[in-house]
């Protein structure tokens, strides 16, 4: 039983996060906290793990109760005997560097004998499929994969309660939903499930009640049947996530006809087939509209075949192109060839007429990063921006006032990039390329993390870029940034294009499918996992 | 460190081992002695690559280790001048004296899994102050290394990696650029990793027990007798006779 | 809830600390296979390292941090071949660097400075073999080489070094301290980090 009794929580710098809560929440209950970003979801979820306040500082009035336990009074080593947690980032959450040691490492901490962790991890592997995740380094490991292992360290604990923030945000569709299994599974084993969340459409089915708060308050209280009975657009204005993500592609609009530049790739392109080196019919032809990629191919370094090879893709300028594929299929690797960031990549990019080769890509690109962080780096907004021009002029700083503007950034010219939010500094990272005229952006995974309003604007940014003149390239797992943006969807398997070509309704849905559907071939044996869920994915 | 846990191969020795032979590489290597004995302690890592299955980096270092050893039997007939013959005789000798630790040292450390260590490491009575931040040291070398490849990347973007043009316009900040980012990311890293751990009970003031199992066996003990034996022979041989 | 005591933490911050230090020592003692660049890199090592050190050190409040440090580098250094003079420096230099904290107070930089420095000497551990343990190596040279050889030699490496190498260190740590409090005020405050 988790209770809240009048509970006001102030973080640090001042800022009020939640204003006199109550709530109680059952023994044996799924909670799904929902709400924009800000709202006091995760708060709630660190109130119960205790992480407030005995980690996060700050000024707490009322009282929690976690089985009776006040949380205010009793130890953090206390509390995580009562609740095991998951956390948002895969790679931030585990302390070890082997998936096995870290399973247990809960255990360790509490001091269970070596037999009994055995017999609990052995437990664990068996209920949650972990055989192949064993004894492996993490870091060689997938978002997908670490998070698995996040929920095998929940399990092995045994706690009664288990609080998930956030825990779909940087999964693909296939790992979001293993993670909906899991607490399934947890639900079938009467413990108490809190799961602070944008992404609505895999916990509906498993929740028993949905928590909508808004500025620190419950402002909504409902089951999940109630929620989808408001409606598509009255959810959106909640700011939530789509509730189903097979139905929210448009039918076409366009009637504009479009040629389909790569008709061979999509006779190759079966899964599991090998498909062939796909020519272009005529490429001499000047075309200024559209970029061809020709040849790439990269190779692990002692490898002897090449993990990517892309013979050739024709793909219109001008356009967002989604690129999609499981963990590891390739994305990443093709990302940074296209970008020439890689020695060891090869293969040339023919952009308007022009030929690219790596260093000459290295120019005409720029990658977004998904910890876009790592790529701001000095000490004030507009030095960030000027930094990017090559030869700055008289006219540079007048360019970086009215780009400033436009990515409503402004006010913040003064700032230290480090110290802006998550989409601001991502739009700084696009006002670098875009200052640095760079006509070819690529994304990684943009919007993971995002609730529905900042997905919506990082669309509205790209669809903003497009306009410009620009090819945006996004890599990326989350389908209603594709439903709302993507004009070329690319799916990539096993290092080679399987699939390319307009994004339509049936395109999207076919890919939906596929993405669940030939990896779950290789899990037949664990079929009854499977039964238990009832949704559609 | 070995990222991976300990395969299962057929040779393994117990990390304790391990150190104790590094212990008594370096330690007899503080003392006067001559080429032969020497030879026969740079032989120990050679012997311990083989058993990694690690044969380039045996060769390699058998290669340093036999030029060095030459080095030092023709050392009367090199007639170069001044400078040059005391770069060689100085390298050479640094190479006989420092190479065995180092290479042994360089074994271990690729050769013995974290949690391997970290068992050892409690089961010699280690306190819980120093396994800690030995662990958390060992799982953040990985995250240094991908973190600072990922900011090269953006770095490179940008135009300020070596070989750039703008790089050299000012090194200072280049380097300001590398190291700051990292600095950031590695600190937020290590705050969310703080709560996640305290979150499983890090702080228990339980007596915490190890999962890994480590035992010295009879491979150890033998291996262990077989190095001294022959490097005690070799001594003995060489002195006495 | 504050206790003197290191909780779970403080030793995590230890151990995130530590692996800077050791990587960019690391990074930078790899040009040591350059003779030449043992000097060199006698200033810049505590010159870089500063940069971290400084941060590390807004976040120490409790006796035995830099103690845990300096014993955890010598081990560390010492298991990856160095000799076990490191362990010997380094240990008494974190644990100094320690007593100057608790005696001057925490996180005052006037205080941090010299705690930094006397840290930093630490380091000499690494190259210390070329003076102390030496000896038995000089004795090999004079064996083989001859009486006047190995007195040439010696006067390519004369027993002042040791003092300059020191000073390097001092100067070098005095400099990384004021670049890592630039750093701080530059970027870290900003960051919400330090």
Not at chain 1, 333 to 344: H, Q, V, W
Not at chain 2, 88 to 114: N, Q, R
Not at chain 3, 102 to 128: C, D, E, N, R, T
Request: contains cysteine; hydrophobic residues 45%; aromatic residues 8%.
């Amino acid at each position: 039983m988790i209770e809240f009794n009048n509970v006001s929580f102030k973080y640090e710098d001042g800022s009020e996060i939640l204003s006199e809560l109550n709530l109680k929440i059952r023994d044996g209950e799924v909670v799904l906290l929902c709400g924009e970003s800000g709202c006091g979801k995760s708060t709630i979820a660190r109130l119960i793990n205790a992480l407030i306040p005995h980690y996060y500082r700050g000024e707490l009035e009322g009282q929690v109760l976690i089985n009776g336990l006040d949380t205010q009074k009793a130890q953090l080593y206390e509390i995580s005997e009562q609740v095991a947690s998951v956390f948002q980032n895969p790679k931030t959450q585990f302390y070890n560097v082997d998936s096995t040691e870290e399973m247990v490492f809960g255990l360790e901490n509490r001091g269970v004998p070596r037999e009994e962790m055995k017999k609990r991890l052995e437990a664990t592997v068996k209920k949650l499929g972990m055989e192949d995740l064993m004894n492996r380094n993490l870091f060689a490991m997938s978002g997908g994969e670490k998070q698995k292992v996040a929920c095998a360290c929940a399990d092995t604990s045994n706690a009664p309660i288990i609080v998930l923030d956030e825990p779909s945000s940087n999964l693909d569709i296939y790992s979001i939903k293993e993670l909906a299994q899991i607490i399934g599974q947890w639900k079938k084993e009467g413990k108490t499930v809190v799961v602070a969340e944008h992404r609505l459409y895999y916990m509906l089915p498993l929740t028993d009640r949905v928590i909508y708060m808004s500025n620190g308050k419950i402002s909504l209280e409902c089951t999940p049947d109630e929620l989808i009975a408001l409606g598509k657009e009255r959810i959106a204005r909640m700011g939530l996530r789509s509730t189903d993500i097979f139905d929210i592609v448009k039918e076409e609009t366009a009637n504009v006809k479009r040629v389909n530049f790569n008709p061979e790739i999509a006779k190759a392109g079966k899964p599991g087939t090998e498909p062939e080196a796909v020519e272009d019919g005529d490429s001499d032809g000047a075309d200024d509209n559209v970029l061809r990629i020709r040849d790439f191919s990269y190779t692990y370094k002692g490898d002897k075949k090449p993990t990517l090879t892309i013979g050739g893709l024709t793909l219109p300028k001008q356009s967002v192109i989604c690129i999609v594929g499981d963990n590891g299929a390739g994305k990443s690797t093709f990302a940074r060839t296209l970008c020439g960031l890689d020695k060891r990549a090869d293969g040339i990019l023919e952009y308007g007429g022009e030929r690219l080769k790596r260093k000459g890509r290295l120019k005409k690109t720029f990658m977004v990063m998904q910890d876009v962080a790592l790529q701001l780096f000095t000490d004030e907004v507009g030095d960030e921006l000027e930094s990017c021009i090559d030869d700055p002029d008289e006219g540079s700083q007048e360019r970086i006032r009215e780009l400033l503007e436009k990515l409503n950034l402004s006010d913040k010219a003064e700032r230290h990039p480090q110290s802006l939010s998550g989409g601001e500094k991502q739009r700084v990272a696009i006002g670098s390329a875009v200052i640095a005229e760079r006509d070819i952006i690529v994304f990684d995974e943009p919007t993971s993390g995002l609730d529905y309003r900042h997905m919506t604007s990082v669309a509205g940014l790209v669809r903003s870029l497009k306009e410009s003149g620009k090819t945006i390239f996004i890599i990326t797992h989350d389908p209603e940034l594709i439903a709302m943006c993507c004009d070329e969807l690319v799916q990539i398997e096993n290092g080679k294009v399987i699939e390319a070509g307009r994004m339509t309704h049936d395109v999207y849905d076919k890919w939906l499918r596929s993405t669940t559907a030939h990896k779950e071939k290789k899990k037949v044996e664990n079929e009854k996992w499977y039964a238990m869920d009832g949704t559609d994915l | 460190m070995n990222k991976e846990a300990p395969r299962k191969r057929r040779f393994h020795l117990d990390p304790r081992i391990k150190v104790l032979i590094l212990v008594l590489i370096a330690t007899v290597e503080m003392f006067s002695l001559n080429i032969w004995v020497m030879t026969a302690i740079g032989l120990i890592p050679v012997f311990l690559y083989l058993t990694d299955h690690r044969v380039s980096g045996a060769i390699k270092y058998s290669i340093v280790f036999g030029l060095s050893v030459l080095a030092h039997i023709f050392r009367a007939d090199i007639q170069l001048n001044m400078v040059l013959n005391m770069v060689i005789v100085l390298l050479g000798g640094f190479v006989l004296k420092l190479f065995p630790a180092f290479a042994t040292g360089e074994y271990i450390l690729k050769s013995t899994s974290v949690s391997e260590m970290m068992s050892a490491f409690s089961a010699i009575g280690l306190n819980r102050k120093m396994l800690i931040p030995l662990s958390v040291m060992f799982r953040f070398f990985p995250t240094i290394r991908r973190e600072h490849a990922a900011i090269h990347d953006a770095a490179m973007m940008r135009g300020v990696s070596i070989g750039r043009k703008r790089f050299w316009k000012n090194p200072g900040q280049a380097f300001e650029y590398r190291i700051i980012p990292l600095m950031i990311t590695v600190a937020n890293i290590g705050n969310d990793l703080s709560a996640a751990a305290l979150s499983r009970g890090l702080d228990n003031p339980a007596r915490h027990t190890t999962y890994t199992d480590v035992k010295i066996g009879i491979t150890d003990v033998v291996t262990l007798i077989c190095i001294i034996a022959v490097v005690t022979a070799v001594f003995v041989f060489t002195t006495l006779m | 809830m504050e206790t003197k005591r290191l909780t779970g933490k403080d030793l995590i911050t230890v151990g995130i600390y530590t692996a800077i230090y050791v990587a960019v020592v690391f990074v930078i003692g790899a040009t040591n296979a350059i003779p030449i660049m043992y000097p060199i890199s006698m200033v810049i090592i505590p010159l870089v390292a500063g940069i971290p050190m400084m941060l590390y050190y807004t976040k120490i409040e409790k006796f035995g941090m830099l103690t845990i440090t300096g014993i955890i580098v010598g081990l560390f250094f010492y298991l990856s071949g160095y000799t076990w003079l490191c362990v010997a420096f380094l240990v008494p230099s974190g644990l100094i660097a320690d007593i100057i904290l608790k005696v001057g107070g925490y996180k005052k930089f006037k205080v941090i400075v010299p705690s930094y420095m006397v840290y930093a000497l630490g380091m000499l551990g690494g190259p210390a073999p070329l003076w102390f343990a030496g000896e038995s190596y000089w004795d090999g040279i004079r064996e083989s080489m001859g009486e006047q050889y190995a007195e040439q030699l010696a006067g390519y490496m004369p027993s002042w070094m040791l003092w300059v190498g020191i000073g390097l260190v001092l100067i070098g740590a005095f400099l990384g301290a004021l670049l890592g409090k630039k750093m701080l005020n530059k970027h870290f405050k900003k960051a919400g980090i330090a």
